[in-house]
């Protein structure tokens, strides 16, 4: 069964440069109803994916994915011989352990540009 794909996911990572991109969302309504779609913006019109601008963590590469009626086919569901308990799990357990270095990343880059800002403008001492 191909499903449509209509919503926004703002702080989505490395959205908007590759070739393809993993999509959470709810797609059904039911228990653990967020399932992953492989999609590739070129194959898919209506996904647009644009950067976000960021201060002390532009390295992320966040983005924003808004999908406006993307055609998806039934194999471009990740996970579809799992059950659905299973595939979320998976799911949020690979997201969470590839995230984790990036969020520390994140808090050492924003740390960092808050120290930066403050040294500019002279509120705190450089030495």
């Excluded at 919503?7 to 070739?19: E, L, P, Q, V, Y």
């Excluded at 201060?55 to 659905?84: C, K, M, Y």
């Amino acid at each position: 069964m191909a499903g449509v794909l209509t919503g926004a996911n703002t702080w989505s990572g490395r959205g908007h440069g590759g070739g393809c991109d993993r999509c959470l969302c709810p797609y059904r309504a039911r228990p653990l109803g967020i399932d992953a779609f492989l999609v590739r913006p070129a194959e898919h019109p209506g996904y647009r994916a644009t950067r976000l601008p960021l201060t002390g963590i532009a390295g992320t590469n966040l983005s924003e994915i808004r999908l406006d009626g993307v055609v998806v086919a039934p194999g471009a569901r990740l996970g579809a011989h799992l059950s659905a308990a299973d595939r979320s799990r998976r799911m949020l357990s690979a997201t969470l352990d590839a995230m984790r270095p990036c969020l520390g990343a994140m808090g050492l880059g924003l740390a960092r540009a808050a120290l930066d800002r403050a040294e500019a403008e002279g509120l705190v001492d450089a030495a």
